[in-house]
Structures are given as structure tokens and as C-alpha cells.
């Protein structure tokens, strides 16, 4: 890789799904991800995940 040593290797960006009952924890781990640069979406619970995996426009934006 063309990265100098000790630097880590730049991924490209990503979409995520976080899934957990606690929002607060789901919050936080969207905002961390979005940080990273991924386009991250939330959910609260199982049945509405799965909502959410089909079409991705149900979910929460988080931070948005």
C-alpha cells in the first residue's frame, strides 16, 4: 500500500444498518461510523430492521 508507516489504510466508505434497542447506543455507534465516513442508517428493533434492510429510505438518518 502507498500509505506512509503507521497509518492506517483508508477503506472506502460504506452502508450500514446499526440495530439496538438502546438509542442512545445506537446513536452514538451511527455517529462514530458516520465519522469514519460511512453512510449509516438506524434502527431501533428487530421487525423495523428488517423494514429498513428491504428499503433503506424507512430507516433514521442518524445525525442528519
Known sequence: SS???GMPAISPALRMLVVDDNHDVA??????????????????GGPHALHV????A???NAGA
Not at 455507534?29 to 453512510?39: C, F, I, K, N, P
Not at 434492510?53 to 433503506?56: E, L, N
Open 3 to 5: 500509505e506512509p508507516p
Open 27 to 44: 446513536d452514538v455507534m451511527a455517529d462514530v461510523l458516520r465519522l469514519e465516513g460511512h453512510d449509516v442508517r438506524v434502527s431501533y
Open 53 to 56: 434492510a428491504r428499503d433503506p
Open 58 to 60: 424507512k430507516a433514521r
